[in-house]
T-cell receptor
Framework: DAGVIQSPRHEVTEMGQEVTLRCKPI?????LFWYRQTMMRGLELLIY????????DSGMPEDRFSAKMPNASFSTLKIQPSEPRDSAVYFC?????????????FGPGTRLTVL | RKEVEQDPGPFNVPEGATVAFNCTYS??????FFWYRQDCRKEPKLLMS???SGNEDGRFTAQLNRASQYISLLIRDSKLSDSATYLC???????????FGAGTRLFVKA
């Protein structure tokens, strides 16, 4: 199994640009999670999908952030417009069961730098 | 007060030492508990789940105390390869929320 796949692995962009992060969960997993990790705030859950439906987006910091899951094998996290404080590592994770009750398998992350 | 709190460390221990980490959580309705390990510049990976009866996996032992709302991780006979950040994870099923602690850094020295 290829595991959770994220792209790009690294992204450097300028303030004001749109950034799209992509995730392919493990086949057969029902749940998908987007996290952000910074030194100051640690690992924060941004949004959680179950069977492609957003269940909890209370962690999305503001309207500049949006996430979609058009099908069971693909999700995107978009930041528009990006700001320097969005610089972080963004992880996608998937799980075979709802609600995060089971193991979450993380992708390698996208390291985002906004100049 | 944070929902999940850990001692950030770092813990600096010699090879062969026994080291223990604690983690407290504030929501008494929390349902599932885990320890994850994260190596530098890598993604978190599950180390072990934590059950009410406690569980052991080789040199690693995890305990849950629901009355006091804390979980612990004990590492015996530390190896250099155990150097990492250990993340305490709590899931609140009612709110479908997964909360990661800030992590405890461990350095095992030769």
């Amino acid at each position: 199994d290829a595991g959770v796949i994220q792209s790009p692995r690294h992204e450097v962009t300028e303030m004001g640009q749109e950034v799209t992060l992509r995730c392919k969960p493990i086949s057969g997993h029902n749940s998908l999670f987007w996290y952000r990790q910074t030194m100051m705030r640690g690992l924060e859950l941004l949004i959680y999908f179950n069977n492609n439906v957003p269940i909890d987006d209370s962690g999305m910091p503001e309207d500049r952030f949006s996430a979609k899951m058009p099908n069971a094998s693909f999700s995107t996290l978009k930041i528009q417009p990006s700001e320097p404080r969005d610089s972080a590592v963004y992880f996608c994770a998937s799980s075979p069961t709802p609600n995060g009750e089971d193991t979450q398998y993380f992708g390698p992350g996208t390291r985002l730098t906004v100049l | 007060r944070k929902e999940v709190e850990q001692d950030p460390g770092p813990f600096n221990v010699p090879e062969g030492a026994t080291v223990a980490f604690n983690c407290t959580y504030s929501n008494s309705a929390s349902q599932s508990f885990f320890w994850y390990r994260q190596d530098c510049r890598k993604e978190p990976k599950l180390l072990m789940s934590v059950y009410s009866s406690g569980n052991e996996d080789g040199r690693f032992t995890a305990q849950l105390n629901r009355a006091s709302q804390y979980i612990s991780l004990l590492i015996r006979d530390s190896k250099l390869s155990d150097s990492a950040t250990y993340l305490c994870v709590v899931t609140n099923t009612g709110g479908f929320k997964t909360i990661f602690g800030a992590g405890t850094r461990l350095f095992v020295k030769a």
